[in-house]
């Protein structure tokens, strides 16, 4: 059937479709397959190896001799196979270089740092210090590295320019490196043997000195800069890693970074470069130990004559720059030109020691201890931070001016040594502060005595004792009753009762706790008692309370919990550990043999005046890094309550009260014309060796020290608040001026009341009295319920209750006057937190002043019998002599001794009394005819007295002329028997 459908074909042979005859007679497969083809093509490929391996010797080193042929390898390579194979390599290559592109960079980028900023916080720096303002420097601080970053705005454009055309100038055209430098600079390193010339970009040189890398040339620093500088110029832009490398780049010295090099070198900013002086600058990167002229002891006093500075290289480096920047088009050939004539190395400024040209420099010191304290001991070396701390410059000026201007009294009376410090009550910020007269005197200059040296304040630690007797009682107030009397008192034991002052030789000498004055004046208000800096009354009330609970409280208040400690004897306190801190005893409570910083105490002072809330004390507003990135800024802290607010307010009042206060009239300052209200305590040690005071009010709170610098030296012929308040009221008046006036509010529920008063001079000096009869009691005052009583009989020189044996011209009976009603001491039959004092006065309570065997003071009067006018009159004479008390004694200046001559009981003449035995004379003109008795009468300096009497016969003038003598211009008749004309 096949046979019969192809017909005529039949015995012919078809033709194959998929095939085609070339005319050379070559055979083409047409129609095939992907398989087809593949297997089509490996078949030839195999058949024209096989065709070529049989032309090839069977020898394989002959082999190999043949196939490296010259004309045979070139013939491979330019034929078709051979750029195949060479495509083959070469995409081979790339696939292995890339994951060893990879590799390199893995295993070097694990070793790196993240580039966070490009600050040059890693190098270090200078720290500026600024006033509140933000705008007045005070100090740049630096250890090794001398930088201050800005912004990019704030440098030349000259000093940019100058920079890129020395440095790289093509640097707005590569990328993070520059394969033509790098390949130039190997060029130059090959031809002249040795590394000549670098290839690093600016962005490279600005990871180099960022990471504070060396000079190191090697590959695999090489690699390491590329991948930061790679990541660097992906991160930021152009002008950031410019601007970045200008405030990081070496000037030498310790100069870094463009702004420190134009304010030290030319006194100018990076801003304001000349184009001769950032040419100059730009010179200097290059080599910074031969052409910074830092390092000749002609700019440098502590360079060596051996220093490497190269005066000559450094001009011709400065003209080359010009030229580049010339060849660049960045400055015209004339500017370049003007630029070089430029004298520049006589314009440059001597390198100035660290602390030249610092202002408040105990202030920035006391800034820069909290910083160190805040931020760890290393910040001093970070690079760029810009302080702006709490230093009003107006407030600093007054406390400056004033330390300068007493200093001459202070070192007349022994004294070497000042400080002032001063806080804004409203936020705890110390706006001013002195440490010493001088801080560039060598001896002791560098001793701040406002916030590092520890003193004893003396008497200005007593308002302390009274807030904690107050806040720790519940039936104590500004009118509550402490005696200022001689007894035995812990660590006190007063066995010995002799004045100090002439008892030098007993041994072991006096042991009474005395007052400055060597007073007692008997019962006192906590008001009178703070206000007349009564030594005794403090100690009272601080072993009322205790004393380790009474400084604790201090302590908070002071916002440190070892502000106020007792020493081992013989310790430097300066340098004290806890291991020398010993406990503390009564002395304490006047400010002896315990130790507080002038700083702490103003805080504690503070904090009464904030009514017992403390705010810590701050030096610093806010920080900024080399970035200008805030990395603290001040935010007012919530204030803590460290004492009732009613025991504070009490304290406040008691202290800005002048009648109270026993300074001299011209010296109080707590009353201002313009309204305001200070508080204000002083402070004397024992020893004299610390003068303090203190005062403060709604808005500030000052504290004065002067002494000398060895804490060894008394200073002495003068009284300390000579010297401390002209220093204290200048500050506070001036701070005050321009001020509305803020004072104290009372809390709610403060009470007034009636309180005891004190009639009776406190001491020899400025109280005035009476205090009042109602004072102010906290709120939860609870009065006492038996004795309401408060009138009283009392002797008027002791100020106690009279007895049996107090003379009468000694005895007063008035209102208030029963001192025990308010009686809260517990050494005088009294007591605190009981809800008030015993029902009945203790011994220690009554008059101790007059005992029933004093002998009173004696006078004998000496008279003729009759006495004429006519003739003169007649001389009537007073022979006194002491009993048992002085007839006068300086202690009790309020009853001078005194003779008083009475005709018929009317006083006639009074004279003062001193030694004894005195003789008191007067001439008595008779007035009238008749017979008068003449009494003399002396009291002594305790109220005794004693009289004598004389009796004789007088006749007035004209007696007997029955009109007949001249009587021009007399009354002849008695105008009292007589009707006044009408």
Request: with cysteine; glycine share 8%.
């Amino acid at each position: 059937m096949n046979d019969i459908y192809r017909g005529s074909n039949k015995g012919r042979r078809r033709p194959n479709k998929n095939v085609y005859t070339t005319k050379s007679g070559k055979t083409i497969k047409l129609h095939q397959s992907m398989g087809q083809r593949m297997k089509a093509s490996q078949n030839a490929r195999a058949a024209r190896k096989a065709a070529y391996l049989s032309t090839l010797p069977k020898d394989p080193l002959k082999r190999l001799a043949y196939r490296l042929n010259p004309k045979r390898l070139a013939a491979y390579w330019f034929s078709r196979e051979g750029a195949l194979m060479a495509l083959k390599i070469t995409g081979v290559g790339i696939v292995v270089c890339f994951f060893i592109a990879v590799g390199v960079f893995a295993y070097f980028r694990k070793d790196l740092p993240k580039i966070k900023d490009i600050s040059g916080d890693r190098l270090g720096g200078s720290i500026t210090y600024y006033d509140r303002t933000g705008q007045t420097v005070l100090w740049q601080d630096y250890e090794g590295v001398k930088r201050i970053p800005v912004e990019g705005t704030e440098m030349s454009d000259y000093v940019k320019q100058a920079t890129i055309a020395v440095e790289d100038k093509d640097f707005y055209k590569h990328g993070a490196f520059d394969v033509r430098g790098i390949l130039r600079a190997g060029v130059t390193d090959v031809i002249q043997g040795h590394a000549a010339q670098g290839g690093s970009t600016i962005t490279q040189q600005l990871v180099k000195l960022n990471q504070q890398w060396t000079d190191e040339r090697t590959i695999t620093r090489k690699v390491k800069e590329l991948i930061l500088a790679v990541e660097l110029e992906r991160e930021y832009s152009k002008s950031d890693i410019l601007t970045g490398y200008l405030n990081i780049a070496p000037y030498g010295g310790v100069e870094y970074g463009v702004e420190s090099a134009a304010r030290d070198y030319f006194g100018t900013t990076a801003k304001d470069l000349t184009l001769a002086q950032a040419s100059f600058l730009a010179s200097i990167p290059k080599s910074p130990g031969v052409f910074s002229p830092y390092n000749s002891p002609r700019f440098n006093p502590s360079a060596t004559e051996e220093s490497n500075f190269d005066e000559k290289a450094l001009i011709d480096r400065q003209h080359y720059v010009l030229d580049q920047m010339v060849d660049q088009k960045m400055v015209s050939k004339q500017q370049a030109e003007e630029a070089k004539k430029v004298d520049l190395l006589a314009t440059i400024q001597p390198l100035k020691p660290k602390y030249q040209g610092i202002q408040a420099p105990y202030f920035v010191l006391s800034a820069k201890a909290e910083l160190e304290k805040k931020y760890g001991s290393e910040t001093v070396k970070r690079g760029g931070w810009r302080v702006i701390t709490t230093l009003n410059m107006d407030l600093q000026k007054v406390a400056e001016e004033q330390v300068t201007k007493q200093a001459a009294q202070i070192k007349r009376y022994g004294g070497d040594e000042a400080a002032m410090v001063a806080a804004d009550v409203k936020t705890g910020q110390i706006v001013s502060l002195v440490g010493g007269i001088d801080f560039g005197n060598e001896s002791h200059g560098y001793l701040n005595f406002a916030s590092n040296q520890k003193v004893s304040p003396g008497s200005s630690f007593k308002p302390y004792d009274y807030a904690a007797l107050i806040n720790y009682s519940n039936n104590v107030g500004a009118g509550s009753v402490l005696y200022d009397t001689q007894g035995a008192l812990p660590g006190y034991p007063c066995t010995n009762k002799n004045d100090p002052r002439s008892d030098k030789r007993t041994e072991g000498g006096p042991n009474c706790l005395w007052n400055y004055d060597f007073l007692y004046p008997g019962p006192l208000t906590l008001r009178y008692a703070l206000g007349g800096s009564r030594n005794v009354p403090a100690v009272k009330a601080m072993l009322t309370v205790g004393t380790d609970k009474t400084i604790k409280m201090a302590s908070e208040m002071m916002g440190n919990s070892n502000a106020y400690k007792c020493y081992e004897a013989g310790v430097d306190v300066n340098d004290a550990t806890s291991a020398d801190e010993a406990q503390c005893f009564a002395s304490a409570a006047i400010g002896d043999g315990a130790y507080l910083r002038l700083d702490d105490h103003v805080t504690g002072l503070a904090t009464m005046s904030r009514n017992g809330s403390l705010l810590p004390k701050t030096y610093i507003l806010k920080i900024n890094d080399g970035s200008s990135k805030p990395i603290m800024e001040f935010k007012q802290p919530k204030a803590k309550q460290i004492i009732k607010p009613d025991a504070a307010y009490i304290v406040n009042m008691m202290a800005s009260d002048p009648n109270a206060s026993y300074m001299n009239a011209s010296a109080k300052f707590h009353s201002q014309k313009n309204g305001w209200h200070f508080a204000i305590k002083t402070g004397t040690t024992n020893d004299n060796y610390d003068g303090l005071m203190t005062s403060w009010s709604t808005q500030y709170a000052a504290v004065t020290w002067i002494g000398h610098h060895t804490r060894q030296k008394a200073i002495t012929g003068t009284a300390m608040e000579n010297l401390t308040g002209p220093m204290t009221r200048a500050w506070m008046e001036n701070a005050h001026a321009s001020l509305k006036p803020e004072n104290w509010v009372a809390p709610t529920g403060m009470k007034t009341l009636p309180s005891f008063v004190v009639r009776n001079k406190v001491s020899r000096l400025g109280e005035v009295v009476p205090s009042p009869s109602n004072d102010l009691f906290p709120s939860w005052y609870q009065a006492k319920t038996s004795n309401t009583n408060s009138s009283q009989t009392t002797d008027k020189v002791s100020g106690r209750v009279a007895t049996s044996c107090t003379p009468e011209l000694a005895r007063q009976t008035l209102g208030n006057s029963n001192a025990n009603t308010w009686n809260v001491d517990q050494w005088a039959g009294g007591s605190a937190s009981s809800g008030g004092g015993s029902s009945s006065a203790s011994s220690t309570a009554t008059d101790n002043i007059h005992n029933c065997s004093d002998s009173p003071p004696s006078v004998t009067i000496t008279a003729p019998s009759t006495c004429v006018a006519d003739n003169g009159g007649c001389t009537i004479t007073a022979t006194v002599a002491q009993g048992t008390h002085a007839l006068t004694d300086g202690s009790r200046a309020q009853f001078p001794g005194t003779v008083n001559f009475l005709v018929n009981g009317q006083n006639v003449k009074t004279s003062s009394v001193g030694d004894s035995p005195s003789t008191v004379t007067f001439t008595y003109m008779p007035t009238t005819s008749g017979e008068i008795t003449i009494t003399a009468q002396v009291i002594d300096s305790v109220l005794y007295q004693a009289t004598d009497k004389a009796t004789l016969v007088t006749t007035a003038a004209n007696a007997n002329n029955n009109g007949n003598n001249d009587t021009t211009g007399r009354r002849t008749t008695n105008p009292f028997t007589t009707s006044p004309p009408r």
